[in-house]
């Protein structure tokens, strides 16, 4: 069978959600789905739990790992002895991430993704029995982190996608695969500026559309991107509102002294992985002993709650909540109710996008460098796509409103755009223009 009947699967591993579409190059990608419970859903929570079964002596006999909507039954379901792992993503890039230690085993990055992977895998049953040879993997303009490794990333997704039986493994960049879903839509020829928005990373491409003899043709311009996006966000609402309720601000005594309680219990919850492990580090030793030393030692004993009863889920649903409210009203509830800790403060929207002006100033940035890499003005964009959770938010569309006008601006296919472009990448003539191999 040649390549160009030979269906290929685009994978859009997404810091929060991870799509999975398949082509066969005789029209659109087609979604894998998911039935859970009596919804049927195709945007698979990129989450890992991990469950040990114990035996009638008390020794762990299994270990259960689930994935998505599984793993987050999982947690909800006995949530102090599932570990549970999101936004595992972030760390893709990072050289200081060598491993994590879950339930007494040594897990690497690469060995999360491919369970991940797997997991998704089995759930998918029929659609995903026979995967082709080639697989387009959705990748980042720039990864998430302080100082990100590509090449390292790549290197960690080609093991976990090789496990999977994958033998031709590209990657393309996520804006160039939403780019691709686009076009469809597309009935003159355009230049088109996409900006996705997902969980780690907020990342921009400009490419060319033009038809020749009735086929559609595209040409790359120019791509930029910023390691923040959807999850700095919720950093910026927690940090402000959840923290100070958990003791950040706040002292502890010290011999005849008051010092202030580490700032670095809660720079984890910059990061939900980061959140996760918290829990089994060193710094949980300290935080407890904290509570005795505390001036306001009830907030210390919510902040050991939280990390203990596993209570980063819930406050992730309350962070999102807040954030999707906020998106069509001037003030909404933030409220995040787990075990005995409850927080509640009425948030405006204008106190969230001052929160926020350090994230929107670096998207700003990254927008002005896409511009200026393909040598075009504002009004030589045509058409601009935003795709990605984080597009609804008004301050982000407002630094595109500024730019292109409204009349220019479109959205939609939030979840399915990446992965629906990827697997239409597949049956591109020159992949080389659209993809890369991880560096060897």
Do not use: C
């Not at 269906?7 to 894998?32: E, H, K, Q, Y």
């Not at 972030?90 to 991430?97: D, L, Q, R, V």
């Not at 559609?216 to 959807?230: E, I, K, M, T």
């Not at 350090?358 to 935003?386: H, W």
Request: charged residues 25%; aromatic residues 10%.
């Amino acid at each position: 069978m040649t390549s160009a009947v030979q269906p290929t699967i685009g994978i859009d591993f997404g810091t929060t959600n991870t799509v999975v579409a398949i082509a066969d190059g005789s029209g659109p990608a087609r979604l894998v789905r998911f039935s859970v419970g009596e919804k049927d859903i195709f945007a698979f929570r990129s989450a890992l739990s991990f469950h040990s079964m114990a035996g009638p002596d008390g020794r762990p006999t299994e270990r259960v790992i689930e994935a998505g909507p599984w793993a987050i039954e999982a947690y909800v379901e006995d949530p102090l002895e599932t570990r549970f792992v999101q936004s595992f993503k972030t760390f893709a890039a990072s050289a200081a991430f060598t491993e994590t230690k879950i339930l007494d085993r040594r897990y690497l990055f690469e060995d999360l993704l491919a369970a991940f992977l797997f997991k998704l895998r089995d759930h998918a049953g029929g659609q995903m029995a026979n995967l082709p040879p080639r697989v387009i993997v959705g990748r980042p303009v720039t990864f998430a982190g302080g100082n990100p490794d590509e090449g390292l990333a790549l290197r960690r997704y080609e093991a976990a996608f090789e496990r999977l039986g994958f033998s031709d493994i590209r990657y393309a960049h996520e804006p160039v695969g939403a780019a691709f879903f686009f076009a469809r839509q597309l009935k003159e020829d355009a230049t088109v500026l996409v900006a996705d928005f997902g969980g780690g990373t907020s990342d921009f491409s400009i490419v060319r559309f033009e038809r020749h003899g009735g086929q559609l043709r595209s040409v790359p311009l120019a791509r930029s991107g910023v390691g923040v996006a959807g999850d700095a966000f919720d950093y910026r609402i927690i940090d402000n509102v959840v923290s100070p309720e958990l003791g950040k601000g706040s002292l502890y005594k010290a011999m005849s002294s008051r010092l202030p309680i580490p700032q670095r219990y809660y720079t984890a919850f910059a990061r939900w992985d980061q959140l996760a492990m918290l829990r089994a580090s060193k710094d949980m030793r300290d935080i407890r002993a904290l509570e005795r030393t505390a001036v306001e030692p009830e907030k210390i004993a919510r902040l050991i709650e939280v990390l203990d009863d596993n209570h980063g889920y819930a406050l992730y649903r309350s962070v999102s909540g807040l954030k999707e409210a906020l998106s069509s009203k001037e003030s909404a509830l933030f409220s995040f109710k787990a075990g005995s800790v409850v927080i509640e403060r009425d948030v405006a929207r204008t106190e969230f996008e001052s929160w926020i002006a350090p994230e929107l100033k670096a998207i700003e940035t990254a927008v002005d460098q896409a511009l200026e890499r393909s040598g075009l003005a504002a009004e030589g964009v045509d058409r601009v796509f935003l795709t990605g959770g984080s597009s609804f938010v008004p301050a982000v569309r407002e630094i595109f409103l500024r730019r292109f006008g409204a009349e220019r601006i479109e959205s939609g296919g939030e979840f399915e755009s990446i992965a629906s472009g990827l697997a239409l990448i597949g049956h591109e003539n020159d992949l080389d223009l659209w993809s890369e191999r991880a560096p060897g």
